[in-house]
């Protein structure tokens, strides 16, 4: 099963601010749910009160430390580990990785692809991206302009881990 992760970050490496998405990208939105969909997708627990739901069309586990810890409509796991399992188990293909920043920086290293949004513009915000690791070439890259819909410039770009023999 491959592992990606897919996250939208500032140039100033932001991600967040004030548990949420610190811009609107109507564009990125609808690439995010184009990627995913039909996929198991793995979040913390922070992300998904933000989100406050499952999302649809997408198998949603739900990592945290919180033994006590409930999400209606998901797969609750407590361990890296369980939760890549559980994907596996499943017979999934790509487990997404979806963040936040605590998430990103466990389950890296695993990651053999990553989509990226970069967001074309240096954004306020408390919350920001672990480094990515080494070995990342960039298979392709489309760009996109600021408009009504999306409140700054931003690039998706894909990016795939280099087989270190």
């Given at each position: ?26 564009a ?30 997408r ?25 890549i ?13 979806i963040?936040?920043?605590?998430i ?28 990515l ?31 270190k023999?």
């Open positions: 099963m491959l592992i990606s992760a897919i996250v939208a970050i500032s140039e100033n490496n932001v991600i967040g601010r004030d548990g949420h998405l610190p811009w609107h990208l109507s990125d939105l609808k690439h995010f749910k184009a990627i995913t969909l039909g996929h198991h997708i793995l979040l913390g627990r922070k992300n998904y009160q933000d989100i406050n739901r499952p999302l649809p069309g198998t949603n586990i739900v990592l945290t430390r919180d033994p006590n810890f409930e999400a209606p409509g998901c797969s609750v796991c407590h361990s890296l580990e369980d939760a399992a559980v994907a596996e188990k499943a017979g999934e293909t790509e487990l997404f990785i963040g936040g920043a605590e990103y920086r466990m389950a890296l290293p695993f990651c053999k692809k990553l989509y990226l949004t970069r967001v074309l513009a240096s954004i306020e915000g408390d919350v920001k991206m672990p480094p690791g080494e070995g990342w070439v960039k298979l392709n890259e489309e760009c996109g302009e600021s408009d009504e819909k999306n409140d700054f410039p931003y690039a998706f770009q894909v990016f795939e881990r280099e087989n023999h």
